[in-house]
């Protein structure tokens, strides 16, 4: 019986090598939806985030599906990668479309049908086409209801990637550096109850504060004493048969067979069944390196750099406005009776366009530089304005002392 773990309808892969094949095949454009489903710390997103490039894009994490959609016209035909993006399929607009952009289809139209302000400013219509191909990575895919869930499951490859404690011990041979904690990893994995890369991270962070890193090991990822007893009487020779491992659970553990038999089936599972004897562990020479040390007061003073910059463009930016604005503004006390002055309307064809708006700028030495500034504006270049709007006053001024 599959565990209830497993989607149903995925197919099970176990090694780092058919995962990575599986990575490869999607960016070279082989699979239009690709599903990868697997518990956390395995390091399913780093294969694609190593993959990324000029042709693909990451959404990852909390995805309104309005933003989604912005983001696929934004990166349309390029290789989309949902990333712990369950929020977005956990909607209705979201699981819509997805399905859209999952079809089996070179060519898919997208479509938004309400119009959003959002849209408007990002310049983005309500429909387009596209020819992306997607990959989702999660923990667990639930998609709607059974018949949602089999509409986009039969569109793509679900993969459900379950490495044994050895496979994953062994990748993080590949990248891990501290060699006391990878080798007493090792000597445990068959006694985990599950592995995972941030297992090792872990041991190492408390070794680093001074604690004891193998007895975090012991003591928070090894199996329960239950499983354990299992795992002896499988391993225990005096127990002829299985009766005789049986009998000898329930006296030790007072649970019922059933449980035996539970607990079993979950050790064969993960492959921790065939002995209670350490698994024949290769010794792997780590080469990894330690990630660089970040400076805490560093980071901060150039985080509050960046927010004062922030600040400063978006005072610039609004002063730049005020300027433009200003631009053209004939001195108020030349005009100050113009209430007293007739209206006149000009005579116009009424079947005829309306005349163009036009922008006067002037005709001083600075007019060419307005213009610049209106233009610097509206593509929202701010810091070019700030600049156009200090050489316009330098020759405004200069032109009143002349």
């Known amino acids: 019986m599959r565990s209830p773990k497993i989607p149903k309808g995925a197919e099970i892969v176990r090694t780092y090598s058919q995962y990575e094949t599986l990575v490869t095949a999607f960016f070279q454009g082989y699979y239009n939806l690709l599903i990868i489903v697997g518990r956390p710390?395995?390091?399913?997103?780093?294969?694609?985030?190593?993959?990324?490039?000029?042709?693909?894009?990451?959404i990852k994490g909390w995805a309104a599906p309005l933003q989604a959609y912005m983001d696929c016209y934004i990166h349309r035909n390029k290789r989309l990668i949902f990333d712990d993006a369950e929020t977005l399929w956990k909607r209705p607009g979201g699981r819509v479309l997805l399905r859209s952009l999952c079809e089996h289809k070179t060519?898919?139209?997208?479509?938004?049908?309400?119009?959003?302000?959002?849209?408007?400013?990002?310049?983005?219509?309500?429909?387009f086409m596209t020819t992306s191909k997607v990959a989702l990575i999660a923990n667990r895919f639930v998609f709607g209801d059974a018949e949602e869930y089999e509409a986009v499951v039969d569109r793509g490859h679900l993969i459900y990637f379950d490495p044994s404690p050895l496979e994953v011990h062994v990748q993080a041979g590949q990248w891990f550096w501290d060699q006391e904690i990878f080798d007493h990893v090792g000597q445990c994995l068959h006694l985990l109850?599950?592995?995972?890369?941030?297992?090792?991270?872990?041991a190492r962070e408390r070794k680093r504060a001074g604690e004891d890193g193998k007895k975090?090991?012991?003591e928070s990822f090894c199996h329960d004493h239950t499983l354990r007893i299992v795992q002896a009487l499988e391993g225990d020779l005096a127990c002829k048969t299985v009766e005789e491992r049986v009998t000898k659970f329930i006296k030790m553990t007072g649970a019922c067979r059933a449980t035996y038999f539970n607990l079993k089936r979950e050790l064969k599972d993960?492959?921790?069944?065939?002995?209670?004897?350490?698994?024949?562990?290769?010794?792997?020479?780590?080469?990894?390196?330690?990630?660089?040390?970040?400076?805490?007061?560093?980071?901060?003073?150039?985080?509050?750099?960046?927010?004062?910059?922030?600040?400063?463009?978006?005072?610039?930016?609004n002063d730049a406005k005020q300027d433009l604005d200003a631009v053209g503004d004939d001195d108020p006390h030349d005009?100050?009776?113009?209430?007293?002055?007739?209206?006149?309307?000009p005579h116009r064809n009424p079947k005829a366009p309306p005349p163009a708006q036009t922008?006067?700028?002037?005709?001083?030495?600075?007019?060419?530089?307005?213009?610049?500034?209106?233009?610097?504006?509206?593509?929202?270049?701010?810091?070019?304005?700030?600049?156009?709007?200090?050489?316009?006053?330098?020759?405004?001024?200069?032109?009143?002392?002349?």
Do not use: C
């Not at 997103?45 to 990324?52: A, N, T, W």
């Not at 119009?115 to 309500?126: E, N, S, Y």
């Not at 005009?335 to 309307?345: V, Y």
């Not at 304005?385 to 020759?395: F, N, P, S, T, Y």
């Open 41 to 58: 710390g395995l390091a399913k997103s780093y294969s694609f985030e190593q993959r990324l490039g000029a042709t693909s894009h990451l």
């Open 107 to 127: 060519q898919k139209l997208l479509q938004w049908a309400s119009t959003a302000r959002d849209l408007i400013k990002g310049g983005v219509p309500q429909s």
């Open 193 to 202: 109850d599950t592995t995972s890369s941030r297992l090792y991270l872990k």
């Open 216 to 218: 975090l090991i012991e």
């Open 270 to 317: 993960s492959n921790q069944l065939d002995t209670f004897e350490m698994l024949k562990v290769p010794k792997i020479q780590l080469r990894g390196s330690p990630p660089p040390e970040i400076d805490v007061e560093e980071e901060v003073e150039r985080a509050r750099r960046e927010d004062e910059d922030k600040r400063r463009n978006n005072r610039e930016a």
């Open 335 to 345: 005009d100050a009776d113009w209430w007293k002055r007739p209206r006149t309307k």
């Open 359 to 402: 922008e006067d700028f002037g005709t001083d030495a600075a007019a060419p530089l307005r213009r610049e500034l209106r233009q610097a504006v509206e593509r929202e270049d701010y810091a070019r304005a700030a600049e156009l709007r200090d050489e316009i006053r330098r020759i405004e001024a200069q032109e009143r002392h002349e």
